[in-house]
């Protein structure tokens, strides 16, 4: 099982990023998965997670209406796009899933068991 984050980088504030996360090992079609962010000094974030299946999303108020998660089950991979991008923005992002099978999704780190290593996004002027 092996999660790779890529798509990170600087960008100036009202800018946009998509970030990827390959997945291996399991299929992200039927997996709760979300991803997390942590800036330094502070705890992992949940910003966005997705249901197994795909039906159901949830965003943190700090990102609504400028981040959208989703996946492509073909490439077996999630995707962040984010927009309006914020200095507030500026974080390590890691995906994460949870191989319980189980119907939980959301934005809880203890309960997701495989993670990725994390890309770094700045932004800034």
């Known amino acids: 099982v092996q999660l790779v984050e890529s798509g990170g980088g600087s960008v100036q504030p009202g800018g946009s990023l998509r970030l990827s996360c390959a997945a291996s090992?399991?299929?992200?079609?039927?997996?709760?998965m979300t991803w997390f962010r942590q800036a330094p000094g502070q705890e992992r974030e949940g910003v966005a997670g997705?249901?197994?299946?795909?039906?159901?999303?949830l965003y943190a108020d700090s990102v609504k209406g400028r981040f959208t998660i989703s996946r492509d089950n073909a490439e077996n991979t999630l995707y962040l796009q984010m927009n309006a991008l914020q200095p507030d923005d500026t974080a390590v992002y890691y995906c994460a899933a949870r191989l319980a099978r189980t119907a939980y999704y959301g934005l809880m780190a203890t309960q997701f068991d495989r993670w990725g290593q994390g890309t770094q996004v700045t932004v800034a002027s």
């Open positions: 090992g399991f299929p992200v079609s039927d997996t709760a």
């Open positions: 997705i249901s197994p299946g795909g039906h159901y999303t």
